[in-house]
């Protein structure tokens, strides 16, 4: 049995000030949970003041995007060196809205991996079809490729993939839990296939999961956690969900 994993996504949400509120908060509902790993991953601005407020607690930090250079001319990135000294264990890479906003291709999503690894940093790699790749059947067409792409030449160590289709991000429609599962199966079994080492790798859900359906998805054999977007963003409402994947 995988220790449960659940992991904050903010996206461009809140300042360092709303962080720190949140971190005020969340803390002492959670402080007593040590059978799952919690991750917050904040925008990159109030990562310096999220880590101070963490360090002696038990949850994680993490980012949500990495740049695939070491350092250099690349206005505006920010690279795996700065996001350790700020105090990152973790980052998330190949988030859907990047692919589709900011066109990583899994070509990207591999060098960012690559880089991150090399590093020290654990990955969150984001991979799900759309709604008409799922209607066509395309599924684990789509998935086989992703996978492919994004973990070229690389191993499984530091690695939690992060099933999300892309249909049930933000829009309130959950994946079945026997869909969902059925989906981390067709991962597992891909890893396993192309891999050492997978039955070590979590997979979490991702995609409009709350505290009303954590406990439904964390029933199912392959569902190893979650990444939240909107139901993170209230201390109570996350701290339930880290809840519900308690004894799992
Ligand atoms: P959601 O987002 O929980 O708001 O659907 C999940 C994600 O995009 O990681």
Known sequence: MLKPFIAANWKMNKTSQETEEFIHSFIPLVKDISDVDILLAPAFISIESASRLLKSSNV???????????????????????????????VIIGHSERREYFSETDDIVNKKIKLARAKGLDVILCIGESLEERESDRTFDVLDGQLSGSLKDLSLEGITIAYEPIWAIGTGKTATDEQANETHVFIREWLGKNREGSENV?????????????KGLMSQPEIDGALVGGASLKPDSFAKIVAGASGK
């Open 60 to 90: 994680l930090l993490g980012a949500q995007n990495v740049y695939h250079e070491e350092s250099g001319a690349f206005t505006g990135e920010i690279s795996p060196d700065m996001l350790l000294a700020a105090g990152c264990s973790h």
């Open 202 to 214: 979590r997979i979490q859900y991702g995609g409009s999961v709350k505290p009303e359906n954590i």
